[in-house]
Structures are given as C-alpha cells and as structure tokens.
C-alpha cells in the first residue's frame, strides 16, 4: 500500500505523459456490501485492475463475481499470487497464464487438490501441497526457457507479466512505478502511443531471493561465516558479548525490499539490548524452512542458533495456500531448536484488534495460527500491526520486548547449566478442596511428580529433600505441621506481604474492581497472601489457586467472566520475581491460567494469561485425547504441550445380574425351540433384565407378567436378541484402567483391549481393512449388515456379531503374545520369520486363533496387512516418551509435535511426549467424516421417523475436542440435518457448502441450534461461519415451509422480532469471547442456593452469544434471539466420541444440555427427548 501510493504520487509529481489515480481496499473490507458497492463503481472506470493474496476463499469468489464483468472492458487485469479462480483473470494483450506451459496453475493447484483429496478420502485433514509463489518464481527463473516456444505477440506480453512479477515482488516504490508506466505505455489504448518510453524504463531492482539480512549491514550474505565475519565487529560495536545466546529470526523478503520492515528492526534491536546476538535469513518464496537450512548451520552442519522466531506468522512451507508439514517438521527437528512464530496484524488495524474480545481475525487464526501449530510452533503472540493511513507495518512495542523476552528466556535453557536451573511445577485444585489437590484427567499426579524428581535429580538438577515415597511426598504438601486454614490444609511455602505484592506484580491495581484491596479474603491469613507448596532445592512444587469464584452465585451468572484474584496474581508473582524459574511446568489437564479473561487469540498485555504467565517458558503436561483445551493452553498461555496417555483400556465385563442374564441367554440359545423351557427361560430373561434396569434401554420390553408362551418363537428371538445386544455392549464398553503415571508405559498385555478397538476401524487409505469386516467376509457376510441386525436385536446376528468380537480379541492377544519377550516386552518383529512361519505350519498365529473361534476362510492376505499395523501400534502404544520430551524442552530443545486426538481413530497420536497440536481447521468435515455423519443422521431420524414424522428442530451441542477426533463428524451432522453438504474449495479447504435438493434429500430441511463450546468456539470459529452460511442458505431457500423447517421457523422469527430474513436465521452460539462454560454444574457441584429459574436464566446469558458470517470477527450478545430458537427445539442431540469418558464421568455434557431449558422455553412445557451418539466403535449408536 505506501509503495503504491509512492509511485502514483512520483508518476504525478513528474510531469510526465500521464496522471494516475489509484484507489485501494483491503481484502476484508469487500465484506461489506457499502465497500462492495464502491469497488464496483470503481471498477467501472478503472483502467487496470491489481490484486495479490486473495487465499480467502468465500471473497475470491466475491472478487471474480465484481471483476469478472468488466475484464473485458479493462485494459489490463494483474492478478498476482492468489486462488487459481482470481488468477485466471490475468489478462494482458494475448497472454493468458492458465495456458503458458509450466504456467503455476498446472503445476500449483492440481498438485494441492491431489495432494489433498488423497488425504480427504483418507479421513484425515491434508498435510502437503506445493507454495504457489515459489511456482511463480521458478517461472520468472525459467522465462528464456518459456519464452521461446511462444508466439511474437504472446512472447512479448508474457514477458511484461514477468516483469510486472519481478517489479510487484521488489516492492519498492521505484519498482511499482515502473510497473505502472510499463503497463500502461503498451496496453491502456488513452495513453498516446509513444508517450512513454519503455526502453528507459527501468528493469525490475530485486533482492536475491534468500540469503542473510541485518539492517546495519552493508550487504545480504549468502553463508552464515561470510555473516559472522562482519557481525562479530558489530556485537563488539553495541556491546554484546561474542558467545551471547544466538536468536535466529526468519523473515519475509517482501517486507525487506520494500522497506516496510520497521517491526523486524525493532525486534532486532530489542534482542541485542537485551544482550542476544541475531541472525535473520528470509527468502522470497513460501518455502521458509530455506533459511534454516542454509543459513542457520554452519559449513559442518552445526546448528548455531538457541532459539527461533518466524516473524512471518505463516507455516514454515506453504505460507497461506497450503502446508507440508512433514517438510517443516524434518528441517526443525534438524535444527532442534525452541520454534517460536509470532504474527503480525494483517486484517485489522490495531483499534479493531484492542476492541475486538476475539482478538486476531478468524481467518489469520486458520492460516497463521493453526497451521504453524501443526509445524511445532510455540506462542502465537501478535507483535505487529498495519498503519490505516500509509498502509506500513508498525511494531507494538510491549508485545516486542514480550517476544524478545521469552525468545531470550527459552534460549538461555541451554545454556545453563542443569544444577543451576529453577523449574517450578504447578499442581491443580478443582474444586478448592484438601481432597482434590493434585487431580488431573487420568493422571496419577503424586507418582508422576514423584518420577519426575527423581529423572531430575539424575540429570543433574539441584532437587533437594524429596520424600523417600510418594505418600511422604503428597504429605509434604497437604499438611502444613504449623498452621490450618479453611480453604485446606496446605503447606504454606511462601507469605507475601501487601507492599511486596503490590510493588511487584504490574496489575495488582486492576484487580481491585472486582476483588477489592489486597489481600482480599482467598489464599490469605488475613494479612499476607499465601503462597501454597513445597520446595525441594531447586524445585518449586507449587499449588494454583483455584478462580475464586466456585461458591459465589451471583458471579456465575456473569456472561463474561471478571478477573483473577489477589491470592491468583501473587502465586505467578512469585514464580516469576521471588522464586525466580527458568522454566514452569504445568502438571495434568488441567489448571485455571489458560481460562482467565482476555481474547480468545491474539492475547494483548492487558489479557490477564498474558500477564500472568508472563515471559516464563510454560511447559504442560497434557493429556493426549484432549488437544482441543491442549490448544487453549497452548495459544492462550503459551504453552508447549507435551502429551501423557490416557490409561490403557479394558473391557467392562459383566457382573451379578448381568451376568445372570448373559447365562440365561445362553440357556435360551440351546433350548430355544423347547416349547416349556425356551418360553420359561425367556419369562426369567425379561424379569431379570428389569431388574437390572435395561427396561430403560430396550423398547417394547415385555412385561414380568406376559406369558411367553403364547409369544411365537421368533418373536421370542427379538426379545432375546435386544436384551443380548444390550449386554454386549455393556460387556464391550472399554474402560480405563485406574490412572496414567508419567514415565510408566502401559505393558504389552494391558494394551489388548485398545489394539482390538484399533483393529475394528477399516483405514482404506492405508490398504487396511478392520478386523471385523475381515471376518464377516470369511462367512459371506458384510458387517455393517450385522450391526444393523444385531441393534435391531436379531438373535442370529447378534450371536454372530459376540462370535466375530470373540474372534477379534482372540488374534489380537496372540499377536500381543507373539510380539512380547518373556518379560513382557515388546520386541521388534521378524516379518521374514513370520512369513517362513506361516508357511510352514500353515498359517499365520493370529489366523489360526481365528480359525479357532469359528472362522477357518479368514483371508491371510487381508490380515497381513493388518497385523503389521497393528504391531507398529503396540510398539508405539508401549514406548516411553514423556520424561524424554520434558527433559528435551529443559534443555530448550525442540519438542516434535504430533496430534492430540483418540488413539483407536488415529494412532499418530502415539507415542505421546509431544507437543501436541490440533488440526487445520479448514480441512473438516472430512469425507470419511461426513460418511460417518450420514449413517449417525440416518439412524437418529430411524428412531424418530416411525411414524412418517421428523423433528423440526434439534438443539445440537458441538464440542471441540469431539471435532478434532473425529475430524469434524458432528460438524457434518448437523450440516446432514439440515440438508447441506460441505464442498472444497479450489485448493481442497472446506470453506463452501451447498443445498441438497430437495429431492435428492427425501425429507424435510431440520432446523438446527448449534450451542457451541467455549473451546470449539475458539478452535473452529471458521466452521462455525461455515455452519451459519448453511444455515441462511437454507433460510433463504424458496421451497415449501412444510419441507423446510429452517425457513419456517426463520420466518416466525422475523416476523416477531421485525428483523430481515438473513437477520433472523441466527442459530449458532455459544459463550462471549474468552468465556467458558455455561456454569450449570459448577452452580449445582457447589451447592449454591439458585433456583431453576435462575440457572435457566445463567445458562441462556452466557451461551447467547451469535456468530453471523456476514460479520466473522465478533460474536454479538443475542440472548432473546437464543431463546426464541430453544422454543421450537424437539429434541436435543451432542455426541460421545470417547472411551475415555462417558457421559456421568465429567460435569460438561450436563452443564451444556439444554434439555431443560427448552421444556421451560416451549409453549407447551413439553420436555424434549435427549440423544446421543455413541461413534467410539465402528458401529455407531445413537
């Protein structure tokens, strides 16, 4: 933008054969149609048309809509880098991009579409694909090669493009100006002939595409030795030590060659003030791992940088159109190094970004958030934003020295020695009692720390006094042998006097709104603050405060949560400035600090997990089926995450009555056509199986009192059979095994139950088929049949559905058996000896175990495959990782990502010790997803269909962990309902939906309330505008009411609150920005005196919050709209997508059902009925 106001301001200023006007907009603002208007009458008179960076797809189809018209008409049209769809607009003279051989749209967008598609079908989101800029400069490389095959005319005006390429991507002033004359001396026909003189012209002046750049130097270098040799003068010059730790900054060239670089100077100076020596490599292209490669090692291949910052904000390769993660993930792991990527404001100005309670624009989010995250990148901070006026990138000042800071701090873990280290760890208390210090999810939180100490103690930490045992080691913390104070009976470690306090936390002042003067009346004696824990050296095992506000109703009513406490505030105080740690480890999923008030992303110096956390590298341990709060914490409260496993899994079994009833059914299967004792044993299975209460759970259960012996045999079946369902899905459910000790892997023989679940899942992307279908198929069966049977409750297949689960856990504890030594072990497997086995005795192990159980036609071919699966599974399920990662991120090491998720799903997952990441939110739903979704939709409106009626409405509740899991199945669910379906864009991102025909879809559009989660809110805000544009487009849609119950309701709705169509189809919500929970349970768990009414009312305030599409960056309090949708609600829907949890196990599936809200909303006071969908198996329940 100041580049181009340069140049039309030079081209004026001269005097010469023409003027320019030159009229600009920023891609977001085409949002509004007031712009949209303006752009078109802009266009109308225009004479040349440029545009560059136009990756967000929904506005790239809005552009080609306004430009398309008149490409005709303009002189000349230069679109550079963007969506394929803008590119072919290019035009000048007879040049047409999309026809030049080699031409990036053949070689970009194909490759991506490819390359994603093969992972869409897969189920699992894309992670490869070429960089469309780094096409376009191999093609400004190649032009003489290009040129020569081409026509005079058409030769001569591809080389202007390329020219017109080479000018835009110098990016100076001069360069653009010369662009401009260039293009209009030969293609605007109102400039005279002549008039301008091409030869004089200058050629495009650019920088080399890569190399090493620091503002005081007097050249780019091409090797870090050529750099050191001027830098090491420098240092001496500002007066840095010449063995400083080394902080290498990867940049963008664009911002270099146009001089708009005053946010890469002042981060540059801001590390040197602060003692660090810098090393900056940028490159023109996408591909940012270039720098790493050839800039930060030496000519041995050493790696000689502490720590690095991408001030790029996008993805180490691929930048905004795509990403090769696996590309990035090997260049770091080379380098080793902390990876930091911090981001500059692109689509707001920096007023937008400080009102703003989401904070970064949702589309920066996608692309330079949660891409790089994919990539290992560490603490998203915003550091930079654009000048409204000249369009120039200005530093921010406080979030630079933050940057630096932390940068500096992760540094210097390596250089310092181990002994002299301070780490502090941080347990949890929820809720604030003695009995819940220590608790995280499946975590055995004392005998892990107790690992941990002592793996430290070994590598060389100052740990002093530990405990001989991990009771002593839990007493050192619960009991304090001096004093007792009613929040629990901890040890004090620390008392921190009001004057200390205030003199050393920043913020103390701003917390005297809404908890008054310090000390106030939590974590205090009433004079001093306390700090809860023990020390033991060099080792602070410190206890977080809780939020403060669990006992008090009237706060949780807030529909924005308020602050941290004193007693919050003084406790990182003193991590900080009293203890002083190198490096802080939060202990277990999970504590408070991630879910304190500020923005959602994009955190300010006054969002209080910023100040909170600070400059202190925050390590997590987190875990690893949670990455949706993982992400939280990780964007939030800057943490590097390290995974733990979920403990390993066992079938439930069954016991007393149930077990009664399972011999019972087995009686009835072997004197079934016994005309007295078949009915007399089905009479006892009845009785028997109400009491055990699964009268609750089968339909149409008889009564105690009929006589069976009037009920015809194969009607006696079908009771048989569903009660016989029931029971194998009790007995199948797979448990947790007790609690998940960090550094003790689970033993070969406790992960059966979790590679027979890994085994159930066909993974056609892989040549894999699931063990079920496998046997199934053996018999002439297809198991989706038998499932479907089987729920009906027909005896027969449900007999032979226990006979093929029988089968699956009989192979999969003869590979366990096969593949473990004597001591239990795993061992890496010997396939050739394996194959020589099989062929000898006839048969692999695992095929003969099957053989066995009933099924001797299994095919060796399909288990092939599967096994070695399944043995690379076991070797990663038992591997031992997460002390080693721990111990790599203290050395300020690089942790390896990987996903966090369900490990039966996706075993990449595993092993944990990583730093765990989500996945690119523009990649779901997944087709696989949506196929899954389309069964659990079906079988949903089976049950409610019976009688030819369907739901006009469903209240649906979307989690973020759910999502990510199962790669956005509940997101296609409720696209599913109400008649949509998702479509990829040009490069393969799901950012367009489409309308079923009515039709094709052969039944009514449902209505859908989407009542989103705080942490799906946060992570998949673009989904949600995904899901609000189905929505209107449904609302919108002139078909039948009676067919289109959206539309019907979106109608009432209008009308009863005299607002427009778009306006009134409001269905998606969820908390305000930086707000968690509906507080239901948090209200109930505490025992607080509120009425129904009032927690009706405390749940509508803080879930009311709209999210409209027309206006992605902000959710808008629409509590009344939010109630009038619950009215119409006939039923209530959210999915349990894990064995880990079921649905009494946590508090949050009852703190979000809004059941009972809609009973009390609805006219008629009618109490809709509550589903849910069971997808933790290959046979999905609802």
């Not at 209460?693 to 339909?699: S, V």
């Not at 966090?900 to 730093?915: E, H, S």
């Not at 409720?974 to 991102?989: E, H, K, M, Q, Y």
């Not at 544009?1029 to 119950?1045: G, S």
Request: charged residues 25%; contains cysteine; aromatic residues 8%.
């Amino acid at each position: 933008q100041a580049s181009m106001t340069a140049a039309v301001k030079q081209i004026n200023k001269s005097g010469g054969p023409i003027c320019a006007e030159c009229v600009g907009y920023l891609l977001e603002e085409i949002r509004n149609p007031e712009t949209v208007e303006e752009l078109r009458k802009d266009l109308e008179d225009a004479n040349i048309f440029v545009c560059s960076l136009i990756f967000v797809q929904e506005l790239a189809e809005k552009l080609v809509e306004l430009v398309a018209p008149q490409r005709d008409r303009l002189d000349a049209c230069l679109c550079f880098p963007s969506m394929p769809e803008v590119m072919k607009l290019n035009k000048l003279g007879t040049f047409d991009l999309t026809k030049l051989t080699g031409g990036p749209l053949g070689s970009f967008a194909e490759q991506i579409k490819e390359a994603r598609n093969k992972t869409l079908q897969a189920g699992k989101p894309a992670a490869s694909g070429g960089a469309f800029q780094d096409s376009l400069l191999k093609l400004v490389r190649t032009l003489p090669k290009v040129l020569k095959f081409l026509p005079g005319d058409q030769a001569k005006d591809a080389r202007t493009f390329i020219l017109s390429l080479q000018h835009w991507l110098g990016g100076t002033p001069e360069n653009v100006e010369a662009m401009l004359l260039r293009v209009a001396g030969q293609y605007v026909p109102a400039v005279t002939p002549g008039a301008i003189d091409l030869d004089r012209i200058m050629e495009p002046v650019v920088l080399p595409d890569s190399g090493i750049w620091h503002p005081l130097a007097p050249a780019i270098y091409d090797t870090y030795e050529e750099y050191m040799e001027w830098y090491k003068g420098h240092l001496n010059f500002v007066g840095v030590p010449q063995d400083a730790p080394m902080i290498g900054v990867i940049l963008q060239k664009s911002h270099i060659s146009t001089k708009d670089d005053g946010h890469y100077v002042s981060l540059i100076q801001e590390l040197e003030s602060r003692g660090a020596r810098v090393l900056c490599g940028y490159t023109g292209g996408l591909d940012f791992s270039l720098p790493l490669r050839e800039y930060f090692v030496n000519r041995v291949g050493g790696t000689e940088v502490d720590a690095m910052v991408n001030l790029t904000g996008f993805s180490l390769v691929g930048g905004p159109a795509s990403q090769d993660a696996k590309k990035a993930k090997e260049a770091l792991m080379k380098i080793n190094r902390p990876y930091m990527v911090s981001v500059p404001l692109v689509f707001q100005s920096f007023t937008e970004w400080q009102q703003s309670q989401l904070g970064l624009h949702p589309v920066q989010v996608a692309l330079q958030v949660s891409l790089p995250e994919i990539d290992g990148a560490i603490e998203p901070l915003i550091y930079a934003g654009r000048d409204g006026a000249s369009g120039r990138t200005i530093p921010m000042q406080d979030r630079i020295s933050t940057v630096a800071t932390r940068a500096l701090n992760w540094a210097r873990l390596r250089q310092k020695p181990n002994a002299e280290k301070k780490v502090a760890i941080c347990l949890f208390q929820f809720p604030p009692d003695k009995g819940n210090v220590g608790t995280a999810a499946y975590l055995d939180v004392f005998g892990s720390i107790f690992s941990v100490l002592g793996r430290l103690k070994e590598e060389g930490y100052t740990v002093e006094g530990i405990p001989e045992d991990i009771e002593g080691l839990q007493k050192s913390i619960l009991e304090d042998p001096l004093e007792q104070y009613s929040m629990a009976d901890l040890n004090v470690e620390y008392r921190m006097s009001v004057d200390e306090y205030e003199q050393l936390c920043p913020y103390a002042e701003d917390l005297r709104e809404n908890w008054g003067p310090p000390p106030g009346t939590l974590n205090t004696d009433g004079r001093d603050l306390l700090v809860y824990g023990k020390r033991f050296g060099n080792i602070f095992l410190g206890v977080q405060p809780t939020f403060g506000y669990e006992g008090d109703p009237m706060r949780l009513l807030f529909a924005k949560s308020a602050s941290p406490h004193h007693g919050f505030a003084a406790f990182y105080t003193y991590l900080e400035f009293v203890f002083g740690a190198d490096a802080l480890l939060h202990f277990g999923t999970h504590g408070s600090l991630e879910f304190m008030p500020g923005k959602q992303v994009g955190m300010s110096g006054s969002c209080y997990p910023d100040r909170l956390i600070s400059v202190l590298p925050n390590l997590y341990y987190y875990a690893a089926n949670n990455p949706s709060e993982a992400t939280i914490a990780k964007r939030r409260s800057y943490a590097s995450t390290i995974s733990y496993l979920t403990p390993p899994a066992e079938n439930a079994g069954l016991y007393k009555g149930l077990n009664e009833l399972s011999e019972l059914v087995k009686s009835y299967q072997g004197l079934r056509e016994n005309e007295q004792r078949g009915a007399s044993i089905v009479a006892s299975i009845v009785a028997t199986a109400r009491q055990c209460n699964l009268d609750k759970d089968i339909e149409d259960l008889p009564q105690e009192d009929e006589d069976m012996k009037a009920v015809p045999i194969d009607e006696r079946d079908l009771i048989v059979g569903k009660v016989y369902r029931r029971l194998m899905e009790i007995e199948s459910r797979a448990l947790p095994m007790g609690l998940h000790r960090v550094g003790v892997p689970p033993t070969a023989e406790e992960s059966v139950a979790t590679l027979v679940n890994i085994a159930q899942l066909d993974r056609p992307e892989m040549g894999v088929k699931g063990l079920p279908n496998i046997i199934a198929a053996s018999v002439g069966l297809n198991a989706e049949q038998v499932y479907r049977n089987a729920d009906k409750g027909v005896l027969e297949d449900v007999t032979r559905l226990q006979e093929i689960t029988e089968a699956c856990r009989a192979a999969v504890r003869t590979l366990v058996a096969e593949s473990t030594n004597s001591q239990g072990r795993v061992e890496e497997p010997n396939f050739v000896v394996q194959d020589m086995m099989s062929f000898l005795y006839g048969g692999s192990p695992w095929k003969k175990a099957i053989d066995a159980a009933g099924f001797p036609n299994v095919n060796e071919d399909d288990l092939k495959p599967l096994f070695v699966y399944l043995q690379s599974c076991l070797k990663l399920i038992v591997c031992n990782n997460e002390l080693p990662g721990l111990l790599s991120a203290l050395r300020g090491e690089y942790i390896e990502p990987g996903p966090g998720g369900d490990p039966i799903r996706n075993p990449d997952v595993l092993p944990t010790g990583k730093n765990m990441h989500a996945l690119d939110p523009q990649s779901i739903p997944t087709k696989a997803a949506v196929d899954t979704a389309y069964v659990v939709v079906e079988r949903l409106l089976e049950r409610l269909g019976k009688d030819g009626e369907f739901p006009e409405s469903i209240a649906f509740t979307l989690w973020g962990t759910d999502n990510i899991k199962t790669y956005g199945e509940s997101l296609a669910q409720v696209l599913a309902l109400i008649g949509c379906r998702p479509v990829p864009d040009s490069l393969g991102r799901v950012n367009k939906v489409e309308l079923i025909p009515l039709e094709q879809l052969g039944r009514p559009r449902i209505d859908v309330v989407c009542n989103c989660s705080g942490v799906f809110r946060d992570l998949f805000i673009n989904q949600m505008n995904l899901l609000d544009r189905a929505i209107k487009l449904a609302a919108e849609a002139d078909e039948p009411v009676e067919q289109n119950f959206v539309r019907k309701h979106t109608l009432d709705q209008a009308a009863e609150f005299n607002i427009s169509v778009r306006q009134a189809a409001t269905r998606v919500f969820s908390n305000a920005a930086g707000s968690y929970s509906a507080n239901v349970a948090l209200a109930v768990e505490n025992g607080t005196n509120v009425d129904e009414e009032a927690l009706q009312k405390q749940f509508v305030t803080r879930k009311g919050f709209a999210l409209s599409s027309d206006n992605p960056g902000e959710l808008t309090e629409s509590s009344e709209l939010f109630k009038s949708a619950l009215s119409k609600v006939d039923l209530t829907f959210q999915n349990l997508d894990s064995s880990e949890i079921s649905l009494t196990d946590v508090s949050h599936y009852f703190d979000n059902d809004p059941t009972k809200v809609v009973q009390n909303l609805r006219k008629d006071g009618k109490k809709p009925s509550a589903f849910i969908a069971d997808t933790t198996t290959a046979n999905a329940q609802v």
